[in-house]
């Protein structure tokens, strides 16, 4: 008689499983090969690969990737140089930008002080600080310096004049003195135009701050005549403020661009011949 077959049993319903976790874990490995990869760390990994080709004497045209002789290597290398050249740019426009800083910081307290003066005198109203991308500017109304269609200073200019000098030589920055005028015609022997009268005013300005203590070198004159108003001219009061003389320091950044040492901006010079600084 036939022995009775034992009918086979079902597998079992979760062996997928394995399989499923099989995959997991390899996918996890893949995963984190790849995060190993591209975290690796340049130096070490050329170090690693310079020890290789000590060791086992690699030389060859075969192992030559491994020594940087790949055929993008020449590639790579430029883009790294691109990449180098990037950082410096970086790190000076940083530094650029910290010197500005600096630089905005010594000309808010050299603000501070000059309006602590200027309060303490009364003579806000003759006199005004501001701070700009220029720079700092020291604004005189024409009246506290001169007389109507004169250039020569007034006494009672002296006083203010010599406390801003005496600030300004604590600093090494560029200071450029600029004469504005109102758009009514001048028309002297001593002063044909308005060019005349503001540039004449700016350098006896300069005059002054030279015979007390500020370096020639670091002032220049400039004369704008009616051509630069803050305000419009069609009043007296507007055109009272546009008759002025600013005392602008120029941030160092600006002044890199100004002509060297030694060329004057204008002819103030000439045309100011024989006027004396009060």
């Known amino acids: 008689m036939a022995r009775k077959k034992k009918p086979e049993e079902p597998p079992p319903a979760n062996e997928w ?26 130096a070490k990994f050329d170090a690693m690969t310079q020890s290789f080709i000590t060791a086992f004497n ?5 192992m030559g990737f491994l020594a940087g002789n790949s055929p993008t290597a020449e590639g790579q290398d430029e883009e790294d140089a691109e990449n180098a050249e990037s950082e410096q740019i970086s790190e000076a426009e940083a530094s650029e930008l910290m010197a500005y800083a600096r630089e905005t910081r010594e000309m808010q307290q050299l603000l501070e002080q000059l309006n602590e003066f200027l309060n303490e005198d009364q003579l806000q109203d003759k006199v005004s600080v501001t701070l700009d991308e220029r720079g700092l500017i020291i604004r005189f109304q024409d009246s506290i310096l001169f007389t109507s269609g004169s250039a020569d200073l007034l006494p009672q200019s002296y006083g203010v004049l010599d406390e801003v000098a005496a600030m300004l030589a604590d600093i090494t920055n560029h200071v450029r003195v600029e004469g504005h005028s109102d758009n009514v015609p001048m028309n002297t022997l ?25 370096p020639s070198d670091r002032l220049s004159a400039l004369g704008y005549a009616e051509f630069r108003p803050v305000v419009s001219n069609d009043t007296a009061d507007g055109r009272a403020k546009n008759r002025r003389v600013d005392i602008v320091v120029i941030r160092d ?25 009060g």
Request: negative net charge.
């Open 17 to 42: 499983l394995n399989t499923y976790a099989d995959m997991v874990t390899l996918l996890l490995t893949f995963f984190v090969l790849l995060f190993a990869m591209s975290s690796v760390d340049v």
């Open 190 to 214: 001593r002063f044909p135009s308005n060019w005349e009268l503001s540039t004449g005013r700016a350098t006896n300005v300069v005059r002054y701050l030279v015979d007390h203590g500020l």
């Open 58 to 62: 690699i030389g060859g045209s075969g």
């Open 253 to 277: 950044s600006l002044a890199r661009q100004e002509p060297p040492a030694g060329v004057t901006d204008t002819a103030a010079a000439d045309s100011a011949g024989g006027e004396n600084s």
